[in-house]
């Protein structure tokens, strides 16, 4: 073998041993550091079990600052001081991480501790079910939440519909004082970022000015469109919840 040919075999296999560790570190798994530091991967949900029988696999999210829908130039329309997010753990293979959230609730300082809004303090209803062809359809929760694999690094989405499902639009609605519903809905999956353990970071997921738009509600109550902003910080969902961390 001619020393030319050695000389770029010898740089194509250090290229190679210096490339692996850079790709397996943008594979997200997500997982409890211990009191030693030791990582601790999380187990993925039991789907035969509740999270109130086997609580293992269970994740709650919970807002960083507040939850906001503004207009597109920026001006806040909603307000929720206090948001939370369950559900559990689907896959955690390394190299993606899925999740199905199966409740959502958002509360505010208005009176009934509902969302204030410049339109009318609201309660935010996450579960929209419609008819549709004669049949109950849900256009809300479930909730599919994804990293890794397609995706780039340190990116996640959010669609409708559990993770084993069909993907579907995602929906709410906005019950203002005086029994107006604004509903919006959003057909395409929500892009966001997460954060990852360096410096002993612990998981935020963080969603940044997505649009939804009025598709039911009074044109003089309810805004045709409104950009959501929101951060979560992840932990597990059992008596003594235990901050989480992605790598």
């Keep these: 073998m001619s020393k030319k040919l050695m000389t ?27 009191a030693g530091g030791v990582w601790d991967k999380l187990a993925v949900h039991n789907p035969a079990k509740t999270c109130t029988e086997e609580p293992s696999g269970c994740i709650k999210a919970t807002n ?26 689907t896959k955690n293979s390394g ?8 409740s959502a609730t958002f509360t505010g300082s208005g ?9 009318g303090n609201s309660i935010v209803t996450p579960n929209v079910e419609v008819e549709e062809e004669g049949k109950k359809v849900k256009h809300g929760l479930p909730w599919c939440i994804k990293a890794g694999g397609s995706l780039e690094k340190d990116e996640m989405t959010v669609r409708g519909g559990s993770c084993s499902e069909t993907a579907r639009d995602i929906r709410f609605i906005l019950d203002v004082l005086g029994g107006v519903e ?27 000015k997505q649009k939804f738009t009025r598709i039911r509600g009074s044109s003089l109550v309810c805004p045709s469109e409104g950009f959501l ?3 979560f910080t ?6 003594t919840a235990s901050p989480l961390y992605i790598r």
């Design 95 to 102: 190299t993606e991480i899925e999740g199905n959230v199966n």
């Design 64 to 89: 960083v600052g507040e939850t906001l829908m503004t207009n597109s130039s920026g001006s806040v329309l909603t307000r929720c001081t206090t948001a939370v997010l369950t559900g559990e753990l």
């Design 234 to 239: 992840l932990e597990t969902d059992t008596g």
């Design 111 to 119: 009176s009934e501790s509902r969302c204030t809004a410049t339109f």
């Design 182 to 208: 604004c509903e919006y809905q959003r057909t395409t999956a929500i892009p966001g970022t997460f954060t990852t353990d360096t410096s002993g970071q612990d998981a935020e997921t963080t969603i940044t």
């Design 8 to 34: 770029g075999l010898l740089a194509l296999v250090a290229f190679a041993a210096l490339a692996l560790p850079a790709i397996a570190s943008a594979s997200p798994e997500i997982g409890e550091t211990t």
């Design 229 to 231: 902003d929101m951060t």
